[in-house]
């Protein structure tokens, strides 16, 4: 994800850049949402108005923050798997 986010934000003039406090900001939304019992597939940003055509962003833009609220999601499931098993 890093590089993604790299070749992105030097994109230019091509996208709005979204910047990496707005990033933690979606990881930290995904990881409550899984606290909240929300699945993967509830991620907002499939819903419609928050794509690129409503939105305003570039596909790389929408596709990070995607995979942000995905890997936040994740980072809560994995922590949750950790302390089934202490």
């Keep these: 994800m890093l590089r ?3 070749s992105v934000l030097m994109a230019g003039s091509q996208t709005r850049r979204v910047g990496i406090m707005d990033l ?4 930290d ?8 019992g929300l699945m993967e597939m509830e991620n907002p ?8 055509r409503k939105t305003g962003d570039s ?3 929408w596709q990070l923050k995607i995979e ?6 994740h980072v809560e499931a994995n922590n949750r798997s950790a302390d ?3």
């Design 24 to 27: 933690n900001t979606i990881e």
């Design 68 to 73: 942000a609220w995905e890997y936040g999601w």
């Design 4 to 6: 993604r986010l790299i």
């Design 45 to 52: 940003y499939f819903m419609a108005e928050n794509m690129p």
């Design 84 to 86: 089934d098993i202490v």
């Design 59 to 61: 596909f790389d833009e």
């Design 29 to 36: 939304h995904g990881r409550a949402a899984r606290k909240a």
